[in-house]
């Protein structure tokens, strides 16, 4: 029993770590922009077949990780330099469009140029499963938590104690203000797509051993990155974090306990009633509008 | 307003010259809905790749009847709504002689009624038994079906002495309607089924259904009923899992994608299979070997990767129709209806064909042949 | 009205005259399939761009008044009339219910919120294979009345013309209504709206509701033409491509729902030729629309050719 409900919790923080990674790249560039970003999922599918690809190409491993992380950083500025600047003050409908076509053009661009199939990286420290009180857990796994952990450290010291973070953080308040002040929120803007586009990459690359890659792995991963953001509250990257372990835990704990058929409806009806009852997710700021 | 007018002329007549393709009737047209892209492009891009490979060999030796083939083909993006405008325009507009494909049973279903009305012959690359039965009138199918496969996994099964097992299906058409077969033909093998759970094709990870059919109480064996790399994930939770049960597999991981990317925990995996996919190891006398290592040579060489048994579908539907048609003497498409069911020991990637009016799929049971990974290699099961 | 009336008159002629052009019954097809979509993008549009929400789970409601005429004909015998009529009833029913909690939300948590109830639906559809034959579908069978059937393509498209021309006129009445003047102005500003007397939740849920209904309605008919249902047709992507026949064609523009519809049904049917790049192209075209004309196609023409908007 106890291994049984272990077993489920196990895999579920993993999902959830990844989903939480997916997450705080939406998180970054709605803080930065107003945006949410339909393309970030395919950001991770972008650094996972990049890292296939060069690997396959001989490339060492870890140069192959540092190239496609780089290669997606600048697919996400690109995004933001030839798709959403120029929309400047759109409506959101619009800039929901926007990003759509923009993932539709990386995902068609995967599909032409790295092929339709499915892709493994090697794990990054063997397959050997890790026994735990009767549960079993990936070694990958634990990099995919550990990871996304140090993510959070790094963002939160960079957005705590670094100029340019902070400055991030300024535009996210109130990006007049932030301008006022003598921040160049244009390069923000930039800066958050880059960053948000290489954190997408690196959740890529290491779900990649375990769940493989493919040219459309993003769009189910970009569906659930964005309830788990929504579901932490947008703008919250703590937030995001919590919303992508609940939706995965969640979603294995309906596995598990109520039904298979029906796990894959969790985040959406989890969703529905958060926002019912906290109309800004779980840690999102109470919004006031100025009229 | 006049603009708007304009607008609306000028994509009228842009549709027009991109589509209007003012048939001459010369060259034999076959029509050919796939699934290129979209969830199900892991069968239909082989099978498109297999269809433009053979027509233009063809063509190089001479065609049929002294006609060359032209193949006119649309992409429906796995999605049924879009076959069946597809199917509209290759009936109606291309007016194409015979359609092939339908890579997936919805996409079939979905133009079936069209080439029922319009009496196109029709033969379909997708698995569901229900394309052939009831038998309808001008549908034919190549591959093998879902129940065939159930049929031929616990048939095997009884012979190792195995009656509860577990089922993990797709939420996809393969998977649930290979589900639904399963749970028709267990009885007849003295099956029972502890433990039915399902997942779906873009999960990361199955260990929660795992874990459950790991703790149903007396199960034997796992059967997975899956495609493309969603058994790939179920193979690999199954060895993190530490599961030793017998892990039996459906025909929709006959490929060497599934092995490459379930690596060593897909050893000991048992699974039916179109001798395809053990090409070198067919015997000179096997009927099957010569067409079987034709293909795969030709496949191989030509688009630069290994062949996959759904590209294979295609492949004997394409000589299914050819041959056809080369008896029929004509594209008169009754004439060809008929010979397509006259088809006799046709030799095909997935068997030797045999048609009859009450069967149109043409394939036995023992067209298949049961399968075992061993070191990473396939090897068959005596 | 002189302005929409023109528009009607031109909109009507061409549904007349297109029938002498059309050469075959693809192309009906074709033009049945942009009159349906219309129906559905006029709908949204109603509540997009006029009133300024959002739905990205709007073929959810679709797949219910389609799945519902399916089921109710197909297993119970039902006329198909009843059948269309009880399903609308019901996705009435349910947008009624959920949609004064729904509507509270605003810009992407309404997105979110919407998106999940039509996620929902189209997972409910997939699971109850027993209902609806699962992923693999269920065929429909003809639509008509004791006896009399809608036979062939040139029956269907004066049906479907029909349709569109009774959903345009019904748009175009409501827009020039006290009512779609309140749904414009909740549009500019709510709560500038809702000081000067506004009843602005009420008129939310009820354009939520109508949009509902239409996409049911038009679901229903669409699987009697087609004849096979599957479960893609209440799921996200559908969703999508009804949110952009709205934005590409122009927002709160009626005949903008209507050019966008007929763009984005044709669009693939003309990209097939590019075997392959179709993501691709589709994407960039997406792209490239909204970055330039980002108020929609007609509108955005319209300001070029100087007549600017009131």
Not at chain 1, 187 to 211: E, H, K, N, Q, R
Not at chain 1, 225 to 232: H, K, M, P, W, Y
Not at chain 2, 24 to 35: D, K, M, T
Request: charged share 15%.
């Amino acid at each position: 029993m106890l291994s049984q409900f272990l077993q489920f919790l196990l895999s579920g923080v993993t999902v959830g770590a990844t989903y939480a990674l997916a997450a705080i790249g939406f998180t970054l560039i709605y803080n930065a922009s107003g945006v949410i970003n339909f393309a970030q999922g395919e950001f991770m599918a972008l650094g996972g077949m990049a890292a296939v690809f060069l690997a396959n190409a001989g490339v060492p491993l870890p140069l192959a990780i540092v190239l496609a992380v780089t290669v997606a950083t600048a697919v996400g500025m690109l995004v933001e330099k030839l798709a959403i600047e120029p929309a400047g003050r759109a409506e959101v409908v619009t800039l929901i469009i926007i990003t759509i076509g923009a993932s539709l053009t990386i995902r068609g661009f995967m599909q032409v140029f790295l092929g339709k199939g499915s892709h493994a990286l090697p794990p990054f420290s063997g397959e050997a499963p890790i026994a735990i009180l009767g549960a079993t857990l990936l070694p990958q796994s634990l990099w995919v938590i550990g990871v996304t952990g140090a993510v959070v450290l790094m963002l939160s010291w960079f957005f705590g104690r670094t100029l340019t973070g902070k400055a991030m953080l300024a535009t996210s308040y109130n990006k007049l203000a932030a301008q006022l002040v003598g921040i160049n929120t244009r390069f923000i803007l930039l800066l958050s797509f880059g960053l948000a586009a290489a954190l997408g990459a690196v959740g890529g690359i290491l779900i990649a051993p375990v769940t493989y890659t493919s040219y459309d792995v993003g769009v189910m991963l970009g569906l659930k990155g964005f309830v788990a953001a929504t579901l932490g509250g947008l703008g919250s990257g703590a937030g995001a974090v919590a919303g992508g372990l609940v939706l995965g835990v969640a979603e294995a704990m309906t596995a598990g306990y109520i039904s298979s058929a029906y796990k894959d409806a969790t985040p959406f009806v989890l969703i529905l009633l958060i926002l019912f009852f906290l109309p800004q997710g779980l840690f999102g700021k109470k919004a006031t509008d100025r009229v | 307003m006049k603009m708007r007018t304009l607008i609306k002329a000028a994509l009228a007549a842009a549709t027009t010259l991109a589509l209007g393709v003012a048939a001459a009737a010369e060259p034999i047209r076959i029509g050919s809905v796939l699934s290129v892209t979209g969830p199900a492009a892991f069968l239909g891009d082989p099978q498109l790749k297999t269809l433009e490979l053979f027509v233009a060999k063809i063509n190089s030796e001479g065609g049929v009847l002294g006609r060359k083939l032209e193949l006119v083909h649309y992409d429906d993006g796995s999605e049924a709504a879009k076959a069946n405008g597809f199917t509209k325009r290759l009936i109606e507009n291309d007016k194409v002689d015979i359609i092939l494909g339908g890579t997936s049973t919805g996409a079939t279903m979905a133009m079936a009624a069209l080439v029922e009305k319009a009496e196109v012959p029709f033969i379909s690359f997708a698995g569901a038994v229900v394309i052939v039965e009831p038998t309808k009138k001008w549908m034919f199918k190549t591959p093998h079906t879902d129940r065939m496969a159930a049929e031929k996994v616990f048939d095997d099964m009884k012979k190792r002495g195995i009656s509860r097992i577990g089922l993990l299906s797709e939420t996809s058409g393969f998977g649930q309607s290979g589900r639904k077969e399963t749970q028709a033909v267990a009885a007849k093998f003295g099956i029972t089924l502890v433990a039915d759970e399902t997942y779906g094709p873009r999960d990361t990870d199955v260990t929660a259904q795992l874990t459950k059919i790991k703790n149903a109480p007396g199960v034997q064996a796992v059967f997975v009923f899956g495609l493309g790399q969603g058994p790939a994930v179920v193979t690999k939770n199954y060895a993190q899992l530490g599961m030793n049960l017998p892990h039996y597999e459906s025909h929709g991981v006959a490929s060497d994608e599934y092995k490459r990317l379930s690596g060593p925990a897909a050893n000991g995996v048992r699974l039916p299979s179109p001798a395809l996919l053990i090409a070198d190891q067919l015997a000179a006398t096997d009927p099957q070997q010569k067409i079987v290592a034709a293909y795969t040579k030709a496949y191989a060489l030509r688009w630069k990767e290994q062949p996959s048994t759904f590209g294979g579908y295609a492949y004997d539907g394409l000589m299914i129709a050819v041959d056809a048609i080369q008896r029929a003497g004509s594209t008169d498409k009754g004439k060809v209806r008929d010979a397509i069911e006259q088809t006799k020991g046709l030799v095909g990637t997935s068997g030797v064909f045999s048609m009859t009016p009450t069967d149109h799929m043409g394939l036995s049971l023992a067209a298949f042949r049961m399968l075992e990974v061993k070191d990473g290699q396939w090897a068959v099961v005596k | 009205m002189k302005k929409s009336f023109r528009g009607l008159m031109l909109l009507a002629g061409v549904l007349v005259l297109l029938p002498l052009v059309l050469p075959n019954a693809y192309y009906y097809d074709v033009a049945i399939r942009v009159a349906l979509n219309a129906c559905v993008a006029i709908g949204l549009n109603l509540l997009i761009g006029y009133t300024g929400q959002i739905s990205l789970g709007h073929a959810g409601f679709l797949g219910i008044g389609a799945y519902g005429s399916a089921i109710l004909t197909g297993r119970f015998d039902w006329p198909p009339i009843a059948a269309l009529l009880a399903a609308a009833l019901a996705t009435g029913a349910l947008a009624l219910l959920v949609a004064r909690p729904i509507l509270k939300l605003k810009g992407h948590y309404l997105a979110m919120a919407t998106l999940g109830l039509g996620i929902i639906l189209s997972i409910v559809i997939v699971n109850e294979t027993a209902w609806t034959g699962g992923p693999d579908g269920m065929p429909v069978g003809g639509f008509g009345l004791s006896g009399w059937q809608i036979a062939g393509e040139r029956a269907w498209y004066g049906v479907a013309a029909v349709l569109l021309m009774l959903v345009t006129v019904l748009a175009l009445n409501l827009i020039d209504s006290p009512a779609g003047r309140a749904l414009q102005a909740i549009h500019g500003s709510e709560v500038a709206s809702r000081v000067s007397g506004v009843d602005t939740t009420a008129f939310k849920v009820r354009v939520f509701v109508l949009s509902a209904v239409l996409a049911s309605v038009t679901g229903s008919l669409s699987a009697h033409y087609v004849g096979f249902l599957t479960p893609g047709v209440a799921g996200f992507f559908h969703s999508i491509e009804l949110v952009t026949m709205v934005v590409v064609g122009g927002m709160a523009s009626v005949f903008g729902s209507i050019l966008g519809t007929a763009i984005l049904t044709m669009l693939p049917q003309l990209l097939s030729a590019f075997e392959g790049w179709e993501t691709l192209a589709f994407g960039v075209i997406l792209m490239l629309t909204m970055i330039f004309l980002p108020r929609g196609l007609v509108p955005s023409l319209r300001l070029k050719l100087g007549r600017g908007k009131k």
